[in-house]
């Protein structure tokens, strides 16, 4: 879908309205230079353009594609395609959204061909329309402005992963365990961004040698911001790997402390079933009715000797084990210091 045709000479705007493709074309060989905005185009429709404009088929096909990292490429007659990552960041589902700007650049015209939500160009044009002294300098000066919307439009992104990483490091970091999917999913997101933004680097310093000194400054400016949201992602994803092992450590230390306290819990239980199985046995014995038990045990002595005397027994004899065992271990562990 053609968003906008204009006509650009002498550093400004010749008509306020779009203008016909062939009318355009014509028009930038007499002078000046057309910027001609596209968005997520069919193959009929950039056949067209390409017929009209004279561009290579593997630069058509480069643009119906989608590409994981920014280049620059150069085909005949001069025209060069410039792939250009952009993005957003969806503070809800906490993803990097990407799109894809591809321009192609010549003395004569611009094209950009635009892909994904986070692509919009327009306060690119109406900001380089307002700079009369730039856009003097030629169809490069289009390129200059989408270059730094592209790059200005990186910088929300990287702040709002900062948001959420800080969040992440500040649970991780006060020893509570935080959610392992979430540091994995803005890894990655980092990473995929990162993919995104340091190429470029390479792709601005050949567009610099390309410019002449007066945009020369202005792209300096760009790479300068290009630097910085490089710079921020590497040390983002970097702290993100380091969230990351910190969190199986704090995840780590709590499955040891449940692992303690069901230690505890089940040496508790254990005391008690050693404690109760010699009575069980006890009682168990008594209670079973032999004839001679019904006619020997019978008076209030015979109760307390057998009854009474047979369950304490037991009892001083397992403490008088457990107390044993005790200071065997004390003693031995003395040994090894």
């Known amino acids: 879908m053609i968003i906008d ?147 200005d439009n ?25 959610p392992t999917e979430r540091i994995y999913s803005l890894r990655n997101e980092a990473t ?23 945009l020369r400054h202005y792209l300096r400016d760009v790479r300068d911001h290009l630097l910085q949201a490089d710079e921020e992602i590497a040390a983002q994803r970097d702290l993100l790997g380091t969230i990351l092992e910190a969190n199986m450590a704090v995840i780590s230390v709590e499955q040891t402390r449940i692992s303690i306290r069901q230690n505890s819990n089940m040496e508790s239980l254990t005391l008690l079933a050693t404690v109760f199985l010699p009575l069980t046995f006890v009682t168990g014995f008594f209670g079973q009715n032999f004839g001679w038990l019904v006619k020997n045990i019978d008076g209030q002595i015979a109760f307390i000797v057998y009854g009474i005397g047979g369950l304490v027994v037991p009892l001083v004899l397992l403490w008088a084990w457990v107390r044993r065992r005790n200071q065997v271990q004390i003693l031995c562990l003395h040994r090894r210091g």
């Open 192 to 214: 995929d961004f990162y993919r995104a933004v340091h190429p470029l680097l390479g792709v601005t310093g050949i567009v610099e040698r390309m410019v002449d000194k007066k």
């Open 5 to 151: 045709c204009a006509h650009y000479q002498d550093g400004r705007r010749i008509d306020e309205g779009g203008v016909p493709l062939e009318e355009a074309a014509a028009r930038a060989a007499e002078g000046g230079f057309v910027w001609l905005g596209l968005f997520e185009p069919s193959e009929q429709e950039l056949a067209q353009i390409r017929e009209i404009f004279g561009l290579h088929e593997l630069a058509v096909e480069d643009a119906l594609n989608v590409h994981m990292r920014p280049k620059i490429e150069t085909y005949d007659k001069g025209v060069q395609l410039v792939i250009l990552r952009t993005a957003r960041y969806d503070d809800a589902a906490e993803e990097v959204e990407f799109g894809e700007i591809s321009v192609f650049l010549s003395p004569t015209f611009v094209i950009t061909v635009r892909q994904g939500v986070a692509s919009e160009l327009r306060g690119a044009r109406l900001r380089l329309e307002q700079r009369p002294e730039l856009l003097a300098s030629g169809s490069v000066s289009a390129l200059w402005a989408i270059l730094d919307t592209v790059v």
């Open 154 to 178: 990186y910088l929300p992104v990287v702040a709002e992963l900062e948001h959420d990483i800080d969040q992440i490091e500040g649970t991780v970091f006060s020893g509570a365990p935080a």
